[in-house]
């Protein structure tokens, strides 16, 4: 039903570039991102290096620092005064490897119980399994009375979750940057159609007032002279000037629904029935113009009110129900509206089915886009526009609920109940 124009049009142009250019900043975005990675990555590892040069340097320290004294209570102090300032998990075991001090582990200083030396005996395994532990010695190289069991410092673990940081700030950030540019791109949309609509209504308004006028003064003239006239020619005149009179106030609804988009439409409590009836009914008196027998057979199931604007949802209506008339290739075909409550009671839906051309999966995905029209002479706004009434001023949906090539689509309007 729906593509877009010829490949060398300016719509087209324009996409193609619009296209190029998202494509350019997201490819931009993420050269950034992997740059600003593999240079924080370089740094981290040169600070992880240092951190691991002060933890080594803080062991050998505490090592040399005990290499001529004695086991017990000067051993403590020196243990306690060297590490003071340091970050990183230290256990001082004896020759047999039971614990004397520990810091910077899940274990209180002061916990002597069986289970916490069990614990400090695993911690030390583990600390191992990081750096070799350094045996401290006094006097003599063969005298050794401890060992000095390390790991990494807290510095090193916490740049050791700087990449997944990184990565999650990575996805933040590309994720924020679509999200402002789609509304970035929805707000000139809206714009856009904001001011073609008022545009549009407003050229409406001057013609439209003179034709009316116009109108009147040929009513007036005939009504006047119509004595000299023959009466039968006189009856085709008049009925002629009443059916204009009706198309020109139809235009001046037309332009009035123009004129309400951007605006906040007001809603009324409304039996939908009625609403639809008319809309058909104005199809229907001019199906006999275009030369094909079409059907249009009216399904309508008793249904609750629904709050609606009267004059924007005709127009809906009547936009997808001639959408349905192009998409007819054939020459005798069926039309067939229907309104029906949903499954679950608060939304009552109505359902535009044809037996046109349908829509290919890949066009079902941009139908609804601006500016895709397969028409040779037409902007491509209406089911844009009608998706925005139903959706933004009626908080209903519009969308295709079924479509296959040569056998038809089925549009449908659900409208929250009132």
């Not at 933004?392 to 449908?412: D, I, M, N, W």
Request: positive net charge; proline residues 5%; glycine residues 6%.
């Amino acid at each position: 039903m729906m593509a877009f124009r010829e490949k060398g049009s300016r719509s087209y142009q324009a996409y193609r570039f619009s296209w190029f250019f998202r494509g350019f900043l997201f490819l931009g975005g993420m050269a950034l991102i992997f740059l600003f990675l593999l240079y924080t990555q370089s740094l981290m590892a040169k600070l992880k290096e240092n951190a691991t040069s002060v933890s080594n340097a803080y062991a050998k320290l505490l090592a040399v620092a005990t290499y001529s004294n004695t086991a017990g209570p000067e051993l403590n102090v020196i243990f306690e005064e060297v590490i003071r300032k340091t970050d990183f998990p230290i256990i001082l075991t004896d020759p047999d490897g039971i614990p004397q001090v520990w810091k910077h582990v899940p274990v209180s200083w002061d916990d002597e119980t069986p289970q916490a030396r069990a614990r400090l005996l695993k911690l030390a395994q583990k600390l191992d399994r990081q750096n070799d532990p350094i045996p401290l010695q006094t006097g003599s190289e063969d005298q050794i009375i401890g060992y000095l069991h390390y790991g990494e410092s807290q510095l090193i673990r916490r740049l050791g979750w700087l990449p997944y940081v990184e990565v999650v700030v990575a996805i933040c950030f590309v994720l924020i940057g679509v999200y402002g540019f789609q509304n970035i791109k929805k707000s000139e949309q809206r714009y856009i159609w904001v001011g073609m609509a008022k545009e549009t209504a407003h050229q409406f308004g001057t013609p439209l007032s003179s034709l009316m006028g116009w109108l009147e003064l040929m009513k007036d003239q005939v009504d006047r002279n119509h004595q000299k006239m023959d009466p039968e020619g006189y009856e085709k005149f008049d009925s002629m000037v009443l059916e204009m009179k009706g198309e020109v106030d139809r235009l001046s609804k037309i332009a009035s629904r123009f004129g309400k988009i951007g605006s906040t439409p007001e809603l009324e409590r409304t039996d939908i029935v009625p609403v639809l009836t008319s809309a058909v009914a104005y199809i229907r008196r001019r199906l006999p113009r275009m030369e094909r027998e079409i059907k249009i057979i009216e399904t309508y199931e008793k249904v609750p009110l629904v709050a609606i604007n009267k004059d924007l949802m005709i127009w809906v209506v009547e936009n997808l129900i001639k959408n349905s008339l192009d998409a007819i290739a054939e020459r005798y075909s069926v039309i067939r509206i229907v309104i029906e409550k949903d499954r679950s009671g608060k939304c009552v839906n109505i359902l535009i089915k044809d037996q046109g051309r349908g829509i290919s999966p890949k066009e079902q995905k941009r139908i609804f886009l601006p500016g895709y029209t397969t028409k040779k002479r037409g902007w491509g706004l209406g089911l844009t526009l009608a998706k925005r009434i139903v959706e933004e001023y009626h908080r209903g949906k519009l969308y295709l609920a079924e479509s296959k090539p040569k056998q038809g689509s089925t549009f449908v309007i659900s409208l929250p109940v009132a």
